[in-house]
């Protein structure tokens, strides 16, 4: 007897291990996700993230929850570099939103178009008043852009040495306000978003040119290290939710007078 109930204990033991193994391989993945502020694509309101971006994504990771169990641990507002290197090398990290380039098309894993992106060359109303098609018209003054970003890239491409580098956008906007440099690049959908945020007049910049190689859509990233179930699941979810208007929905939504952009136009 005492026999038996041994073997029963272990057994009973070892069903009890089976199913807690079961019950932790069942645990949602905890995915972490990168950017940085952007109106009205990505944003934080009364400290929490919001823009047509940010709902898109938290959309497409519900729908991809039903195939490989996985859930948002936490949208990170970070520097951009910073964000591409945790993106690079933690496993379960999306970046958004990234624009695709030749340089960077090896270093991520590419899940899907997520905003039109359009960018234009201001100077001060104060600048130098020139008219040009292309930036190669423009070597000879001075730029700024943020470090890392597809305009500085397009820079060193076109071997303009004298684009001075800084952390954020605003910094940029910031010299060009001081005449310490000529023109400075802006996200044509974010201009007037910037220039409240910043304290400035948008009437006191002006658009000099539209910077054509860097008008592209923006893109949703992961690291090469994220498993390839997770992927498959993400890009599945991505195109359908897409293909069903969902991301044209939210970005009619998030319109400067809507709601929720009108509360974040009165923080900054």
């Known amino acids: 007897m005492l ?21 932790g391989s069942s645990a ?33 990771v519900a729908d991809a929850a039903k195939t490989v169990p996985m859930e948002i641990s936490g949208v990170h507002f970070v520097p951009w570099k910073r964000a591409i290197r945790t993106t690079q090398s933690q496993p379960n990290s999306l970046f958004f939103s ?33 008219s040009a098609t292309s930036l190669t018209e423009l070597k000879d003054y001075r730029f700024s852009s943020q470090t890392a970003s597809s305009f500085e890239e397009l820079t060193k491409k076109l071997g303009i040495n004298n684009n001075i580098p800084v952390s954020y ?8 306000r001081a005449k310490r440099v000529d023109f400075a690049p802006l996200v044509t959908a974010s201009f007037h978003y910037r220039m409240e ?27 090469k290290e994220t498993p390839p179930e997770v992927v498959k699941a993400l ?5 359908r939710l897409k293909a069903e208007g ?12 809507s709601e929720v952009m009108t509360r974040y136009r009165g923080k900054v």
Request: with cysteine; aromatic share 10%.
């Open 235 to 239: 890009v599945e979810s991505f195109k």
């Open 197 to 223: 945020e910043y304290g400035f007049n948008p009437d006191d910049f002006v658009e000099v040119m539209r910077v054509e190689p860097l008008c592209k859509e923006l893109w949703l990233v992961t690291g």
């Open 169 to 176: 956008g605003k910094d940029a906007i910031r010299l060009l």
């Open 28 to 60: 949602p993945i905890k995915l972490d996700l990168y950017t940085q502020e952007f109106p009205p694509l990505q944003v934080e309101v009364d400290g929490e993230p919001e823009g047509y971006v940010v709902k898109f994504i938290e959309a497409v």
């Open 98 to 130: 990234i624009s695709r380039t030749p340089n960077r098309e090896q270093q991520f894993i590419w899940l899907g178009q997520v905003s039109p992106y359009e960018v234009a060359l201001y100077r001060h109303k104060d600048g130098p008043n020139v």
């Open 3 to 23: 026999g038996l109930a041994k073997k029963l204990n272990c057994g009973l033991v070892g069903l009890l291990g089976l199913l807690f193994s079961l019950q």
């Open 246 to 257: 969902l991301l044209e929905q939210l970005i009619n939504e998030y319109h400067p007078k």
